[in-house]
């Protein structure tokens, strides 16, 4: 049983905060013990761990000094070091003053230490971002593994109208006549599945129990949702996983590819759905939408969309994937979110696509609730990708993110002095305003877009 798909019973609103508030704190937790963990390793004494901001719920020190504390507001947190002002990590000059003329001490505050291990402990927070996607990553993919050849059945998904012979375990040889070729050689599974016939079923050649034979079943790509994009229109509407859509406008429909054509033609007018759940064909009217997407040459087009994802009529057999193997596959995904991030951002600086791709807090909650809505899995998916996105906001050369801290040491590894002390305030308190004035932005474009 998977409990994270139960607790949308909890309330809607109630819901959504909480998983918001999971989210976030899952990492935040991990960037700010990144600081903390190498701040440590390279001798910065931290004097306060807190998640979150504002008034105190639950604090302790640690047997080194360390205050760990909970705040009320969960939207947020910071490590303070010795010799910080703030949570930016702004210049204590009175602190600096008193260390001054003890060395040891002076070596314990994150602006006296060497200028090694202060870029080692400001780089790390976003670094623990990426590892924590990673092994996210990792693990998924473990879980899932990768899909055994010869193609087997796993389990059967339900179908309505449809005579399904095929059982766990067949192996499938060919599908209306045309031999399956391996699921790893993506042209040749691109064109096999592009030249199958459409019709509510077809006949499948299966090796059963060391014995060769030919069954019914349903085709191999039917309307069926595998899942549900979030904010999207199928969202909106109560479209859920599971469903299968059989008509749109009347018109019967047997393939995934079938409604995807209907969709794209139709140019962003209401379609009628038929949709068969549990048994029961129920009637929705929803309108598509356009939706800017990635393409494999690392620009965007701009498609009209409903927000479902289809899949095959029954859950592939499996085989465990190494562990190496998934390591390098979570890299993998990690770097393919960071290329997929800048590419939006380049694109909506240069207005090849809408600012209102850019999501606030309200569009993060709306998404983290329906990511947990749809199974342990896809909320796992969605902290690893918003970890990923965090981690590289956290690198841009803004003052008062970690990126601009490392642009100040870069210059003082370059020049051989720090940038004067007064002309560090002005750059921190331009780059907070930056900053919450993107924050501001974006919450626009939830409330507007």
């Given at each position: 049983?998977?409990?994270?798909?139960?607790?949308?019973?909890?309330?809607?609103?109630?819901?959504?905060?909480?998983?918001?508030?999971?989210?976030?704190?899952?990492?935040?937790?991990?960037?700010?013990?990144?600081?903390?963990?190498?701040?440590?390793?390279?001798?910065?004494?931290?004097?306060?761990?807190?998640?979150?901001?504002?008034?105190?719920?639950?604090?302790?020190?640690?047997?080194?000094?360390?205050?760990?504390?909970?705040?009320?507001?969960?939207?947020?947190?910071?490590?303070?070091?010795?010799?910080?002002?703030?949570?930016?990590?702004?210049?204590?000059?009175?602190?600096?003053?008193?260390?001054?003329?003890?060395?040891?001490?002076?070596?314990?505050?994150?602006?006296?230490?060497?200028?090694?291990?202060?870029?080692?402990?400001?780089?790390?927070?976003?670094?623990?971002?990426?590892?924590?996607?990673?092994?996210?990553?990792?693990?998924?993919?473990?879980?899932?593994?990768?899909?055994?050849?010869?193609?087997?059945?796993?389990?059967?998904?339900?179908?309505?109208?449809?005579?399904?012979?095929?059982?766990?375990?067949?192996?499938?040889?060919?599908?209306?006549?045309?031999?399956?070729?391996?699921?790893?050689?993506?042209d040749a599974w691109s064109d096999f599945t592009e030249a199958l016939p459409i019709a509510q079923d077809l006949t499948y050649t299966v090796e059963r129990a060391g014995e060769v034979q030919?069954?019914?079943?349903?085709?191999?790509?039917?309307?069926?949702?595998?899942?549900?994009?979030?904010?999207?229109?199928?969202?909106?509407?109560?479209?859920?996983?599971?469903?299968?859509?059989?008509?749109?406008?009347?018109?019967?429909?047997?393939?995934?590819?079938?409604?995807?054509?209907?969709?794209?033609?139709?140019?962003?007018?209401?379609?009628?759905?038929?949709?068969?759940?549990?048994?029961?064909?129920?009637?929705?009217?929803?309108?598509?939408?356009?939706?800017?997407?990635?393409?494999?040459?690392?620009?965007?087009?701009?498609?009209?969309?409903?927000?479902?994802?289809?899949?095959?009529?029954?859950?592939?057999?499996?085989?465990?994937?190494?562990?190496?193997?998934?390591?390098?596959?979570?890299?993998?995904?990690?770097?393919?979110?960071?290329?997929?991030?800048?590419?939006?951002?380049?694109?909506?600086?240069?207005?090849?696509?809408?600012?209102?791709?850019?999501?606030?807090?309200?569009?993060?909650?709306?998404?983290?609730?329906?990511?947990?809505?749809?199974?342990?899995?896809?909320?796992?998916?969605?902290?690893?990708?918003?970890?990923?996105?965090?981690?590289?906001?956290?690198?841009?050369?803004?003052?008062?993110?970690?990126?601009?801290?490392?642009?100040?040491?870069?210059?003082?590894?370059?020049?051989?002095?720090?940038?004067?002390?007064?002309?560090?305030?002005?750059?921190?308190?331009?780059?907070?305003?930056?900053?919450?004035?993107?924050?501001?932005?974006?919450?626009?474009?939830?409330?507007?877009?």
């Amino acid at each position: 049983m998977d409990v994270i798909s139960l607790l949308p019973q909890v309330g809607g609103l109630a819901f959504t905060i909480i998983t918001f508030v999971a989210v976030l704190s899952v990492i935040v937790a991990v960037h700010e013990y990144g600081h903390y963990i190498v701040g440590r390793w390279s001798g910065i004494h931290a004097e306060v761990f807190s998640l979150g901001f504002g008034p105190v719920l639950w604090s302790r020190v640690d047997k080194r000094g360390t205050r760990w504390q909970i705040a009320a507001l969960p939207f947020g947190g910071f490590v303070k070091f010795l010799g910080d002002s703030n949570a930016a990590s702004g210049k204590d000059a009175d602190a600096m003053a008193a260390a001054e003329g003890d060395a040891k001490a002076l070596r314990r505050t994150m602006h006296g230490a060497p200028l090694w291990a202060r870029s080692a402990t400001v780089a790390a927070g976003p670094v623990f971002n990426f590892i924590l996607s990673a092994v996210i990553f990792c693990a998924i993919l473990m879980a899932e593994g990768t899909i055994r050849e010869p193609l087997t059945v796993g389990s059967v998904m339900p179908l309505p109208g449809v005579e399904n012979q095929l059982r766990e375990g067949d192996e499938i040889l060919a599908i209306a006549g045309s031999d399956v070729p391996d699921f790893s050689d993506r042209d040749a599974w691109s064109d096999f599945t592009e030249a199958l016939p459409i019709a509510q079923d077809l006949t499948y050649t299966v090796e059963r129990a060391g014995e060769v034979q030919q069954v019914t079943g349903p085709i191999l790509s039917p309307p069926l949702v595998r899942s549900v994009a979030p904010r999207s229109a199928a969202s909106d509407i109560g479209i859920a996983q599971g469903d299968v859509i059989t008509a749109v406008d009347g018109q019967p429909i047997f393939a995934f590819s079938e409604l995807k054509d209907l969709v794209e033609s139709g140019e962003g007018k209401v379609l009628l759905l038929d949709i068969w759940r549990d048994g029961q064909t129920l009637e929705f009217a929803l309108a598509p939408r356009a939706t800017d997407e990635p393409q494999p040459d690392g620009g965007f087009a701009t498609q009209w969309r409903i927000g479902i994802v289809g899949g095959m009529a029954f859950d592939p057999g499996t085989e465990t994937m190494g562990l190496g193997e998934a390591a390098w596959g979570g890299v993998r995904q990690v770097a393919a979110v960071i290329e997929m991030s800048l590419s939006g951002l380049k694109h909506m600086i240069t207005g090849a696509i809408s600012t209102c791709n850019l999501s606030g807090p309200i569009g993060i909650a709306e998404t983290s609730s329906s990511m947990a809505r749809q199974g342990g899995e896809s909320f796992l998916r969605f902290i690893a990708v918003i970890s990923t996105a965090v981690g590289l906001m956290n690198l841009f050369p803004v003052p008062a993110l970690d990126g601009g801290h490392l642009v100040f040491y870069a210059y003082e590894a370059v020049v051989g002095r720090p940038p004067h002390d007064r002309a560090l305030q002005l750059l921190m308190t331009l780059g907070i305003a930056l900053v919450l004035t993107m924050m501001l932005f974006a919450l626009g474009n939830d409330i507007f877009c």
